[in-house]
């Protein structure tokens, strides 16, 4: 069974950091994509940021140079360090898996992230 836990949410005044984890089990995480995503009420979610099985990245211009994704297979962990926080960052932030052996996906079940002064 595919589990995703996140952990590092909070609140958190503008200008300030956070760091998002993602710990994945009960699969082979090396092979797998992983992607940072989130949504506000009433919005569609949105992709933040990726990084692939061979640790290629990719970011929402929102956030581009302000948060970094990164990954730990040895620890089946995913990083989404975040800098610069804004008020508009403010939303909750989901860790999504990309198993790309089978194209399966899988979703955690989201960490809130609130930026106000």
């Known amino acids: 069974q595919v589990q995703l836990v996140e952990s590092g949410g909070g609140s958190v005044q503008p200008g300030g950091s956070l760091r998002l984890s993602c710990v994945a089990s009960?699969?082979?995480?090396?092979?797998?994509?992983m992607a940072w995503y989130r949504q506000v009420p009433g919005e569609e979610r949105e992709l933040v940021a990726g990084?692939?099985?061979?640790?290629?990245?990719n970011y929402a211009e929102s956030v581009k140079g302000r948060f970094t994704i990164s990954r730990d297979n040895g620890k089946n962990t995913c990083y989404l360090q975040m800098n610069s926080l804004k008020p508009e960052d403010t939303a909750v932030y989901y860790c999504?898996?990309?198993?790309?052996?089978?194209?399966?996906?899988?979703w955690g079940q989201g960490t809130q992230v609130s930026v106000s002064s």
């Open positions: 009960g699969i082979t995480f090396s092979v797998c994509d």
């Open positions: 999504h898996l990309r198993y790309r052996p089978l194209a399966r996906t899988f």
């Open positions: 990084i692939s099985s061979a640790e290629a990245t």
